[in-house]
């Protein structure tokens, strides 16, 4: 993992809400949009700005069903970050 994608994924995850609503998702297969909104009590705009940043940190995907939105944690970039921040401390 290059260091801009350690730097975007960081910042997504930076935002107390956003890292709420990544923690929400990462803990079930999928979360519908709906359930978010009513879970985080947050408006479906801001839920919605914040997938996005998810999204491009390719730390969630997206499908879509219809009118509903559902969203699932992609564990191998959260892997690849983890295992990136580990080499950064060592870095001498």
């Known amino acids: 993992m290059d260091i801009e994608q350690v730097v975007r994924i960081s910042k997504a995850l930076a935002d107390p809400a956003r890292l709420r609503i990544y923690q929400a998702i990462a803990a079930k297969k999928e979360v519908f949009c709906g359930e978010l909104v009513e879970r ?14 998810l999204a491009d940190a390719q730390l969630i995907e997206c499908r879509r069903e219809g009118q509903f939105v559902y969203n699932r944690a992609t564990p191998e970039t959260m892997k690849r970050y983890t295992e990136a921040l580990a080499k950064l401390g060592r870095w001498r």
Not at 40 to 53: A, E, N, Y
């Open 40 to 53: 985080q009590r947050l408006t479906p705009g801001t839920v919605s700005h914040h997938l996005k940043i």
